[in-house]
């Protein structure tokens, strides 16, 4: 029971960093840029004094360290810069399908034959991606703000590729988060316009908790759910979004976006839980 409610909390907390981003950008409380570079600072500060209490050691130096914060920092700049228009629940759908569809077309790119199960889950998944990016989908959604989330998922979806294999990935996290910092400070702070109390703390909350926290809370649960069952599961994650965005935002879901997301979660439940094709084609 205990691994339910722990599971499903950071669920939760993933969709949260889209409704909170949305709140702060789309709410005028702080502009895209400065809730970025803050995020991020408060998400290396939470994951390190998380890594100092539980007495590990920040793993500066990795055959994945350079890759990751430079992917890290291109998904944080694109995430904030596509809530300016993009909703919530939108966003969510949108990073979700691109960061999986990279995902299996690395895999499958890269060796693992897809089997015919596979293949069809990704072509139902890609039609509802496309629905999503379908103009006026979202109501408040622009070509600007879907482009900026795909540059955001194809960022995220680089940064967990690169990730595969860590040893210790809460000491690579932390390490990727500060080392990420200086590149998101640099990129982005000339762009730094305003920002008030609220935006702040919105900045610091999703930075610290939903993000630094919720990163650290998923690595302890992770190692006890099932090996098919840890994909499966976040396919909830952008249906909170969107249910997150239209009940606190007031965001609302247009029978397209339902069918999108319909189509992207039942399409990616397909594929992952299928067994891949055995044997090389010679």
Aim: charge should be neutral; aromatic fraction near 8%.
């Amino acid at each position: 029971m205990q691994l339910v409610v722990l599971t499903a909390l950071t669920m939760v907390a993933f969709a949260s960093n889209s409704v909170l981003t949305r709140l702060a950008v789309d709410g005028g409380h702080i502009d895209p840029s400065s809730f970025a570079i803050i995020r991020v600072l408060a998400g290396a500060a939470t994951l390190g004094a998380v890594l100092v209490l539980k007495g590990g050691r920040i793993r500066w130096v990795g055959r994945s360290r350079a890759v990751g914060c430079i992917s890290l920092a291109v998904y944080m700049a694109g995430f904030s810069l596509a809530y300016l228009t993009l909703d919530a629940g939108l966003g969510a759908l949108i990073l979700f399908g691109v960061v999986q569809i990279y995902m299996f077309a690395q895999s499958a790119l890269t060796g693992t034959h897809p089997s015919p199960r596979q293949l069809f889950g990704a072509a139902i998944a890609f039609l509802g991606l496309m629905l999503a990016l379908w103009p006026g989908a979202g109501g408040q959604s622009d070509v600007m703000g879907a482009g900026f989330m795909i540059v955001a998922g194809i960022g995220w979806a680089i940064y967990t590729v690169s990730g595969r294999g860590e040893t210790d990935p809460l000491a690579a996290t932390t390490a990727n988060f500060i080392l990420c910092l200086p590149l998101t400070a640099g990129a982005l702070f000339w762009f730094a316009e305003h920002g008030s109390l609220i935006g702040w703390g919105l900045a610091i909350l999703c930075g610290g908790v939903t993000s630094g926290l919720g990163y650290a809370l998923w690595y302890s649960v992770l190692p006890r759910l099932a090996q098919n069952f840890a994909p499966v599961v976040q396919l909830s994650v952008p249906i909170i979004a969107l249910l997150g965005g239209a009940l606190l935002l007031g965001e609302g879901i247009s029978l397209l976006v339902a069918l999108a997301a319909a189509l992207v979660v039942c399409g990616i439940a397909l594929a992952i839980t299928a067994e891949p094709k055995s044997g090389q084609e010679g």
